[in-house]
């Protein structure tokens, strides 16, 4: 037993604190120590290799700023040409409110085309290709739409929600065709809305960038389609065009520097043999890229003086303390995100969850710690969600009182009771067997059941205890097992309560049943013994004494919907209820006659 009661006591033991090994102080100090030795060892590698490397850093940055930039100028106008157009086709396929004519979809529509920026007309197509109708805002003309979209294009909308076209040239401005599905919630596509997006912005910005960054090289920054055509270019005639590009080789080499069509730039080698320095930057939205490209005799032409040679050194020294910074900060960040999500999930009640964290420190400790605290409120939760079962399940046998008292083991379970002055109530269903008559059982055990749930529900709300239901009647009493000043006053409150909510049970009784409920009530005030009866194997909590035959009596000489009580009720009440007098009466097994008195509802 000994060795059975150690064992018990280490399983329920917590566990051991892990140890610190790698303490948040010591990590600082090494951070700092960083910081400070390697921005002097980029210092000194930096100076030794400044005249080459620092220009090439600035002239590919900018290289990369300008492809950026310009990547952008593309991007966002069919992106937001992609947007609007895709609002005009919510518009056009959602539901209109009964009533409403299919003109008003249209109208909807059109003002959306007028108050888009960058889109000034939509084209209607149906689910096949074929042409429907122009949305257009007034005074503007758009390019003269095809009569049946291109069944490549068509494919690409059904798959992907929005097809591009291979740009084309109208008038003085290369354009390409925007397309989007009309798609009803959970249905399949019902047409295709289309508009001609023009790239003159774009031409205009591409022009803006060679004069302020390369106003030298009239073939530096450029916009290619993936067969190599220009779609922008600082000469605009190139562009409107649609000229291929010569140098084929060139822009291979050029798209090299990008395996994953992300922003790369390098060095390579022309088609006529010069040494390049290029970026390219490959769209997302469509298969375009944008190039700058310049020889490396012009790029590295300047040879650097002192003070841009500190400045490089002090920014190179910075970018490095920001990205060791970073570094340090995302070891503490992922952690402590980890602790705060699993705080959050506590919160949640959701203690089932754990977190474990290894960097070895105080926050690998306070993982632990939470992680503990989860598995002691785990375990509280399952004993309380088991107490109010416990709870929930003797509360249909026993009264609500007596089940908290036996959980808080304040109830005795030895049979035998107390003497106590108690209210007692008996409610019966007058005219019940007619009833059974008219009824089948399972409607008579409905309505019983609908009746018996109100008026348990009446009791309990009065604080009192439900006893026992007897076939059609209810018996419930009152200052037991708690003690209640005002036991008498409860038990009236709660008949009243009983025969005003007949007024309103009837209406639905009567028309689903054709019958209306009638209840004969009668209450009695007086010493009983309320206790555990019955044999050690199986009791009740109940009250037995004269008290409780006077009370059944008073039930059985009322008349329905009348409430009889006793004078020693009325007396304990103060005349807290309008009563009138019902006489003196000769109740059955009682030698004295009782003066009874009538509850006036």
Same mark, same amino acid.
């Given at each position: =037993? ?17 140890? *610190? ?37 600035? *002239? ?53 085309? +007028? ?25 503007? &003309? ?50 295709? *809305? ?48 649609? !000229? !291929? ?35 390219? !930057? ?64 506590? +919160? ?6 754990? *977190? ?138 709660? +008949? ?28 009695? &005030? ?12 199986? =009791? ?38 309008? &009563? =009138? ?21």
């Amino acid at each position: =037993m000994a060795n059975t009661a150690q064992k018990t006591d280490k399983e329920h033991a917590s566990p051991q604190r892990p140890r *610190v090994l790698f303490p948040l102080w010591l990590k600082v100090l090494t951070l700092t120590t960083a910081l400070a030795v390697l921005p002097a060892l980029v210092l000194g590698l930096v100076l030794l290799k400044f005249k080459t490397a620092s220009q090439e850093l600035s *002239v590919r940055q900018l290289m990369l700023a300008v492809t950026s930039e310009l990547a952008q100028s593309v991007e966002v106008p069919l992106e937001s040409a992609q947007q609007n157009l895709e609002a005009v086709s919510q518009t056009l396929s959602r539901p209109l409110p009964d009533g409403l004519p299919q003109e008003v979809r249209l109208e909807m529509a059109q003002i959306q085309v +007028a108050t888009s920026i960058g889109l000034d007309h939509a084209i209607v197509y149906t689910a096949d290709g074929g042409f429907l109708d122009v949305i257009k805002e007034q005074g503007t &003309t758009p390019p003269e739409p095809p009569k049946m979209l291109p069944p490549k294009m068509l494919e690409a909308v059904r798959s992907k929600n929005v097809a591009f076209s291979d740009p084309f040239v109208e008038g003085q401005a290369v354009r390409l065709w925007v397309a989007v599905p009309v798609r009803p919630p959970n249905k399949d596509i019902t047409g295709v *809305v289309v508009s001609a997006i023009s790239l003159a912005t774009l031409q205009t910005h591409l022009e803006e960038l060679q004069d302020t960054h390369y106003p030298e090289d009239r073939d530096a920054v450029y916009v290619v389609d993936a067969n190599s055509r220009l779609v922008a270019h600082p000469d605009p005639a190139e562009a409107l065009a649609l !000229k !291929k590009r010569k140098d084929s080789a060139t822009l291979a080499d050029v798209a090299q520097l990008s395996s994953s069509r992300a922003l790369s730039s390098g060095e390579f080698i022309s088609t006529d043999g010069r040494p390049m320095v290029g970026a390219i !930057k490959p769209l997302t939205t469509v298969p375009w890229s944008v190039v700058v490209q310049q020889p490396q005799a012009e790029v590295y032409r300047e040879i650097q003086d002192t003070q841009r040679l500190t400045l490089w050194v002090v920014l190179a020294a910075i970018f490095v303390s920001v990205v060791t910074a970073l570094a340090f900060v995302q070891t503490l960040a992922r952690p402590i995100a980890r602790l705060m999500a699993f705080a959050q999930a506590l +919160a949640g009640r959701r203690f089932e969850e754990r *977190v474990e964290i290894n960097t070895r420190d105080e926050l690998a400790v306070l993982g632990s710690v939470l992680s503990n605290a989860a598995a002691d409120l785990e375990a509280s939760e399952d004993q309380l969600r088991q107490e109010a079962a416990i709870r929930s399940d003797l509360g249909r046998y026993l009264p609500r009182e007596v089940v908290e008292r036996v959980v808080r083991r304040e109830q005795e379970m030895t049979l035998g009771g107390q003497r106590r002055q108690i209210t007692v109530l008996f409610a019966d269903v007058v005219g019940f067997t007619p009833m059974t008559e008219e009824l089948g059982a399972e409607e008579i055990v409905g309505l019983l059941n609908e009746l018996f749930t109100i008026m348990t529900e009446i009791v309990f709300r009065h604080q009192g205890t439900v006893d026992k239901f007897i076939g059609d009647c209810l018996m419930a009493f009152w200052n037991a097992p708690t003690e209640q000043p005002d036991h008498a006053e409860l038990a009236v409150a709660a +008949a009243e309560d009983m025969m005003r909510f007949l007024e309103v049970g009837n209406a639905g009784w009567e028309e689903r049943h054709g019958l209306r409920v009638q209840l004969a009530i009668g209450i009695h &005030t007086g010493e009983a013994v309320v206790g555990n009866v019955g044999s050690e194997s199986r =009791m009740a909590y109940t009250a037995i004494g004269e008290v409780v035959n006077v009370a059944a009596r008073l039930e059985a000489i009322a008349r329905p919907q009348q409430i009889l009580i006793t004078e020693a009720t009325a007396t304990a009440t103060d005349d807290l209820f309008e &009563t =009138m007098p019902f006489g003196t009466r000769k109740l059955t097994a009682r030698s004295e006659d009782v003066l009874v008195f009538e509850v006036v509802v």
